[in-house]
């Protein structure tokens, strides 16, 4: 029993709480987020030092022990997400007071914006299979009100969808649920674990799986179901589509990890295989979509399709490298997707659009701005020596050890055609002669613009130079995920 | 034409006390049978809206002058800390104690930190109900 497992999830919530009575005064608000913010980062950290230590953390909610109650698990894959959460969470956070207008600062910005964290964290944290669910429907009710907020027509239209597929997703998770627990006779996570051990994975049993892929393929923008993704993350101010880009579809991701190591391992050559297809489609489908698009903001967004693909992939091949690779990517494409999201809010910044045939010559006005992108493009595209190179390298590795020379091929087609399209936003941006005027953009100061994005740079850069330590660290991650025991020895002890 | 609703008002006074009285039983019969916070919370709900809709907005609003944001924010923060209490015994997020005491006049009673909990969401519910119907019956097309 430890209480600082629940921290990363207590201290978000009760921030939102404290800030929704204060919601008439826009700088107390301001300061306290900032401050709470922090606060969430230094918990997230203590507590990946405590579970590296002493080995995997569990709290029962309520002393009623597990399976029964609901229980906090905090192992090394899910506190590595917390932590990368709380850093998005920090940029986007001190982003967002540089480029948020001052009425959806009014309209509770600040409550949902900790809402958002506190049902990201608790998915990541939870052991209880329902209770991931009540996490979902958290995160999802902030991302909803975060989604309209400033109610332009374009919004409201493309959150619409946004809204109906997500409660779909959700109606049909509890199906799901229902039919788990209808076999298994528990949520626990862990329990389950073991009750479809003992029953062997077969029938129905498969199908509840594949429901769960379905539903955590939505969340996560898997192929098919990826198509609400790029015109709903278009609508939302940069802060906003930043925190959506590099966390929301990566819970879904965790969920899918979580189930597929954890709880359905025992047929691999059925589930895996379907994963792996999905992935290889996921990934080219995605990079199509962003080599045939001109809007800074929806490039991006088909890539986090794409590149969700090679999470999956991982998972897919499963093997310990694999796994590794994935985790690695995903603590790569979190930091990479945010900063690149905060570069297209502050190039909306500069010259008003995000339509890159509409802008042009930032090189010679903003230089800063521009070098700083190119090496997080680089950085996405898989270039060595940064962290994305290193991430796709033992993904890549992998596939050819298990003579998966398809998805081996597709992925290096889609990681050139990554590199062609974060060029091609290069090029339209920032290379040309300056469209603008002195006069259009000397007001705009770039330092407290640039400064939220500059440690997530810094974070790709040192996750690439220093990629021997960081993969080894991975590498223990995969191998306490890819190992169930380890995980319902640490919930069932008691 | 002005209508006369004398027989809905005086009904409606009647009726609203009624359901308003027995929504405070369920509240507190909430943690040991069936009842609690969330029923107890919807059922207030239901004769506050009752209210506004036999009289009118404006009277009502005289009556009953809350911020319903704020009461949100403060049923939330009640449960938490009660959540909390239990912490700072070292034990875990939300625990619950009770315990029995002779209260003159009552008898024995039954206290247990379950009950400010139930108040944080029944304080939720009826605030988020009200302010839910509220808001579209305020919108002017």
Same mark, same amino acid.
């Given at each position: 029993m430890n209480n600082i497992v629940l921290l990363p999830v207590l201290i978000p919530f009760i921030a939102g709480t404290l800030l929704i009575l204060f919601r008439h005064y826009p700088r107390l608000q301001r300061i306290s987020s900032g401050i709470v913010v922090f606060l969430l980062l230094f918990s997230a950290a203590f507590l990946l030092y405590l579970v590296y230590q002493e080995g995997i953390q569990t709290i029962a909610l309520g002393n009623w022990p597990a399976p029964f109650g609901i229980v906090l698990v905090a192992d090394l894959f899910s506190v590595l997400m917390v932590v990368l959460s709380s850093i998005v969470g920090v940029a986007c956070l001190f982003f967002a007071y540089q480029t948020l207008s001052p009425e959806r600062e009014k309209y509770f910005f600040y409550p949902f914006y900790f809402f958002l964290l506190t049902g990201v964290n608790g998915s990541f944290l939870t052991g209880d299979l329902f209770n991931l669910f009540v996490f979902f429907e958290v995160m999802l009710i902030s991302s909803f009100i975060l989604i309209v907020m400033g109610g332009t027509k374009y919004q409201l239209r493309e959150s619409y969808k946004y809204v109906v597929i997500n409660m779909f997703a959700s109606i049909l998770f509890l199906v799901a649920l229902a039919l788990i627990y209808g076999l298994t006779?528990? !949520?626990n996570m862990a329990h389950i674990a073991v009750q479809v051990a003992e029953l062997e994975q077969a029938g129905v049993l498969n199908t509840a799986a594949m429901l769960l892929l379905v539903v955590f393929g939505m969340k996560g923008a898997l192929f098919p179901l990826y198509f609400w993704l790029p015109k709903s993350y278009y609508g939302p101010p940069a802060a906003i589509a930043a925190l959506f880009g590099g966390l929301l579809t990566k819970v879904g991701i965790y969920a899918i990890i979580r189930t597929f190591t954890l709880?359905?391992?025992?047929d691999t050559g059925f589930t895996h295989t379907v994963i792996l297809a999905l992935a290889g489609f996921t990934m080219f489908f995605g990079v199509l979509g962003a080599v045939s698009q001109f809007d800074f903001k929806r490039i991006l967004s088909y890539h986090i399709i794409s590149q969700v693909g090679y999470m999956v992939m991982g998972l897919g091949l499963f093997t310990p490298l694999a796994l590794a690779g994935a985790i690695y990517y995903i603590a790569h494409h979190i930091i990479v997707k945010s900063a690149l999201f905060l570069f297209a809010g502050a190039t909306q910044k500069i010259t008003? %659009? %995000?339509? !890159?045939?509409?802008?042009?010559?930032l090189l010679k006005t903003h230089p800063v701005l521009a070098w700083t992108f190119f090496i997080t493009a680089i950085s996405l595209a898989g270039i060595p020596p940064l962290s994305g190179f290193f991430s796709k390298f033992p993904l890549i590795l992998s596939g050819i050890e298990q003579a998966s020379y398809a998805i081996v091929i597709v992925a290096l087609i889609v990681g050139l055609l990554t590199l062609f399209s974060m060029m091609k936003i290069f090029i339209y941006v920032f290379w040309g002669t300056p469209s603008l005027k002195k006069s259009d953009y000397e007001h705009i100061k770039m330092k407290p613009l640039l400064l939220p994005i500059m440690p997530l740079v810094a974070l790709t850069i040192i996750l690439g130079f220093a990629a021997e330590p960081i993969f080894s660290f991975s590498e223990v991650v995969a191998d306490q995920i890819i190992d169930p025991s380890i995980y319902i020895d640490a919930v069932l002890e008691e | 034409m002005r209508t006369n609703f004398l027989m809905l008002h005086t009904i409606t006074r009647i009726v609203s006390f009624i359901v308003i009285s027995f929504s405070v039983y369920l509240f507190f019969a909430g943690h040991n049978a069936p009842g609690g916070g969330f029923i107890g919370g919807l059922m207030m709900a239901g004769a506050l809206i009752l209210l506004y809709v036999s009289f009118d907005l404006t009277t009502i609003k005289k009556v009953l002058p809350f911020d319903y944001t704020f009461i949100i924010g403060l049923g939330l923060l009640i449960a938490i800390l009660t959540g909390l209490n239990s912490m700072i015994f070292g034990?875990?997020?939300l625990t619950q104690y009770f315990d029995y005491y002779q209260i003159p006049f009552i008898g024995e009673v039954e206290l247990t930190t379950a009950l400010p909990f139930d108040l944080g969401i029944y304080l939720v519910v009826i605030a988020i109900t009200l302010l839910t119907i509220l808001t579209i019956a305020e919108d002017v097309s």
């Open positions: 006779g528990t !949520l709880i359905f391992v025992h008003g %659009t %995000t339509d !890159l045939k509409k802008m042009s010559g | 034990d875990a997020f």
